[in-house]
């Protein structure tokens, strides 16, 4: 029988900055399809599929790639899509791409995007700070979880993108946890440096069938397994650690569900996992994400940290290039496709900083308890 089993063929970033000057979301989007193409040996006449959020119909007719399958998710869940669809047969060769730049010019604002201007948020200030907040500061007063712990967490991955040259934030460090603490306060327990970035920058990947990659340039990245917990719409409810579920599950937990499918599509368990590409819109949702996945028990997440398990050469190395802190945080769709690309790059052995030696499988994650949603995907090498 034929492998249809999900493969990422071919990757590629595009230049990160805080502002790339003379650069459009289209000329972004053109650089990255040309050249994850080319990374996997194809060009578009082999492209059957598309996915690109709310452009999607649009770079189809640009591209003159159609008829072709459409996606119409969003960061991971791109890849999700793509692979049911590649799996089933709707589509051989599908291409992934994301860009953003010259459309959010607040520079003053933390992550704009994910503040909707509507009465339930406007009047008393609900940005995104705030509602990962109200999870942290949960957690701290239940398990003691302090601000130190939070910091080391930052100074971590903001330390993996100053030594990162392809990382916005590169050179900028090093950072320690005292540093974290002196930055202003933005939302207790959040300090500037706890809080991701705002960036512009594109990627690309390209997804087709095990059989197929396996006859391409680049080695083989599988989908292993995936999951997806929701408890509703993102940034509109104000987020609620108890917000629990008909099954019982809580959102503080969220993406537990979804990592515990993973690994059971998958086949693996938590030892076998070399690298960890979490998603860092806050120093407390890493913490929070290793007590989910498994890989410490609830509440022992913060001296999980502090005993040095999540740097580059600790037992579990955490957001490698610096994640939205420090590498990029391009728009929505960007920067949660760039922790898959991460891992891709990790199990290839080509990061260009942090690269773990010998990683073979990855973990990675989007979105966390402030959003209400999680998503988790394993990868790893073929064979």
């Not at 953003?100 to 010019?105: D, I, K, N």
Request: glycine fraction near 12%.
């Amino acid at each position: 029988m034929p492998d249809r089993r999900a493969a990422v063929a071919g990757v590629f970033n595009t230049r990160q900055g805080r502002r790339l000057e003379g650069e459009t979301t289209a000329s972004l989007t053109a650089q990255a399809v040309r050249h994850a193409l080319a990374d996997a040996g194809l060009t578009l006449d082999d492209v059957d599929g598309v996915s690109a959020g709310a452009t999607g119909s649009s770079l189809i007719y640009d591209l003159r790639v159609g008829p072709a399958w459409l996606g119409t998710q969003h960061g991971m869940s791109m890849v999700f899509e793509a692979a049911g669809a590649i799996a089933a047969g709707l589509a051989e060769v599908v291409l992934i791409v994301a860009a953003e730049a010259a459309v959010y010019t607040d520079r003053s604002a933390t992550a704009p995007w994910t503040r909707p201007e509507h009465e339930f948020v406007i009047p008393w200030g609900m940005f995104t700070a705030a509602e990962f907040a109200l999870i942290a500061r949960r957690h701290m007063h239940t398990y003691g979880t302090t601000p130190e712990q939070l910091a080391l967490v930052s100074a971590t991955i903001r330390n993996n993108g100053h030594v990162n040259p392809d990382a916005v934030y590169h050179g900028r460090g090093p950072f320690t946890a005292e540093d974290i603490l002196a930055s202003p306060m933005v939302a207790d327990p959040f300090h500037l440096l706890d809080c991701a970035m705002t960036s512009e920058g594109g990627c690309a990947l390209v997804l087709t069938t095990a059989d197929r990659a396996r006859d391409l340039r680049r080695e083989p990245v599988l989908l292993l397994g995936g999951g997806a917990d929701y408890f509703g719409p993102a940034y509109r409810h104000p987020p609620a650690w108890d917000l629990r579920g008909r099954s019982g599950r809580v959102n503080g937990m969220i993406g537990e569900r979804a990592a515990e499918r993973a690994f059971a599509a998958a086949g693996i368990d938590r030892d076998d996992v070399d690298v960890l590409e979490l998603y860092d819109p806050f120093s407390f949702e890493i913490i929070r994400q290793l007590e989910a996945f498994g890989f410490c028990k609830p509440g022992e997440g913060g001296a999980f940290v502090a005993d040095g398990h999540i740097g580059v050469g600790g037992s579990h190395p955490v957001t490698t290039d610096g994640g939205t802190m420090s590498y990029s945080h391009a728009g929505a769709d960007p920067q949660m496709l760039q922790r898959v690309i991460r891992s891709v790059q990790q199990i290839r052995g080509e990061c260009v900083s942090g690269q773990i030696a010998g990683a073979r499988v990855a973990l990675c994650s989007n979105a966390g308890a402030g959003a209400l949603f999680h998503l988790v995907a394993l990868l790893g090498a073929d064979g």
